[in-house]
């Protein structure tokens, strides 16, 4: 009978135990699955985009080197546009590249948050600690990652019209 009450006992110290780490595990996998849907903004075609920069840095050059005639008003704010967007594209890539880094390192701090609450290793209170950090980053890298795709993508339309204006003339300046 005293065996019955200890099993007893201790099934009822677990259980709990389950239901007090359920909510903290229901957290954690709500931050997972932010971080996972974030991976639609930072599924970025990043090549095309470093094509880009390197097409505009050429045109700038040739324009540097091989254009003698007077330049126009509208020629000059273009080439100064075009150069502002290779600037755009490059800090972009480079802060795509950063934020593809800390996406890997917030899922490996969430998978060990994860198993360390399911495993019973951290109390309650580090829980808390460890969560409200986690937060915060996961917050930032969703922000960080939305900006990035956002500023690549809004500059599309105006890359393609000066790329389209400055064909003819380049192709009067190549021999």
């Known amino acids: 009978m005293t065996a019955f009450v200890l099993a ?3 099934l009822i110290t677990l ?19 932010q971080l996972n849907a ?28 091989d254009y003698k005639k007077m330049m126009s008003k509208e ?5 100064s546009k075009y150069k502002n967007y290779q600037k755009i594209y490059r800090k972009s890539i480079r802060k795509h ?7 890997k390192s917030l899922t490996e701090q969430l998978d060990n948050l994860h198993k360390g609450v399911i495993a019973g290793e951290i109390t309650k209170e580090e829980f808390k600690v460890y969560y409200r950090t986690e ?3 996961v917050e930032k890298q969703l922000q960080r990652s939305k900006e990035i795709s956002k500023s690549l993508y809004e500059i599309e ?12 003339l380049l192709a009067e300046l190549q021999p």
């Open 135 to 137: 937060k915060i980053d």
């Open 97 to 103: 590249e950063e934020s593809m880094k800390e996406q």
């Open 75 to 79: 020629l000059g704010d273009n080439l």
């Open 157 to 168: 339309p105006e890359y393609t019209r000066l790329t389209t204006y400055f064909e003819p």
């Open 8 to 10: 007893y006992s201790l």
């Open 15 to 33: 259980s709990s135990c389950g239901r007090i780490f359920s909510e903290e595990i229901k957290y954690v996998e709500k931050l997972q699955a």
């Open 38 to 65: 974030n991976k639609v903004n930072l599924n970025l075609d990043a090549p095309l985009f470093k094509l880009r920069a390197d097409h505009i840095e050429t045109t700038l050059r040739v324009f540097r080197n």
